[in-house]
């Protein structure tokens, strides 16, 4: 795992986009894995002002997401189809038919499920899959205890994942107890992993994961056992190491 640390989010931030946009410089149909959440919002930001400064284009990339609330629509402000459509693909030129995010109200879940995983197996494999990292060291929303062998799949949220992610709803019980997300081998199997990881609340994670003990109990530890993984941290992320 390579460690690039640096002062600030903004600067993490930048550096990650250069490397998103160094794979599309290298094959402008790439597929890009995709996360929510706070931490990648600002290499989002990054990215639009490539497009709009820097001549790229999104035209033929593809990407696949991570995952998804269940029971939330892609139209409610609170689903990361809605977020990852207003923080990034309405502000270039991506053909929103390429964009992929596992669907919250799908009537067979199981379904949903295996459609997402054949569908990632398709388009993929995945050639750069950006991570942030929850607290409790959850990737994508594959909580502590997921095998290192599953694919995309539900799970229920840890009460401690749903309370911090509860900053983005108007109270905690509106935070959707369930979700579906790619597996820890689903994510595995992507060419390239950049992790992005920014701020105090993150810092005893980053600690756990770069002591380099592999265990289902924290996940993203089973990103020691993939050959290209880069994790950017800024300071503060960085300050229990
Ligand atoms: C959510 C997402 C994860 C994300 C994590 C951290 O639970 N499912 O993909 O990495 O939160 O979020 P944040 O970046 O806001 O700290």
Known sequence: MKV????????????????VEQQIQKNNRSVLGLATGSTPVGLY????????????SYRDIHTVNLDEYLGLSGTDP??????MNEKLFQHI???????????????????????YEAMVN???????QILGMGMNGHIGFNEPG????????????EPSTRSSNARFFDSLDEVPT????MGIASILKSKQILVLASGESKAQAVKVLLEGNVSEEFPASFLWNHQ???????????SLV
């Open 4 to 19: 690039v640390r640096v002062e600030t989010y903004e600067e993490m931030s930048s550096k990650a986009a250069q490397i």
């Open 45 to 56: 930001e990054n990215l639009i002002q490539g497009v709009k400064e820097r001549g790229m």
């Open 78 to 83: 609170q689903s990361y189809r809605y977020f």
């Open 93 to 115: 030129d991506i053909d929103l038919a390429n964009t992929h995010i596992p669907n919250g109200k799908a009537t067979s879940v199981e379904e949903e499920c295996q459609r």
């Open 122 to 128: 398709e388009i993929g494999p995945v050639d750069l």
């Open 146 to 157: 997921t095998p290192e062998n599953s694919v995309t799949h539900s799970i229920e949220l």
């Open 178 to 181: 369930h979700a579906i997300t």
């Open 228 to 238: 290209d993984v880069t994790i950017i941290v800024d300071k503060d992320a960085y």
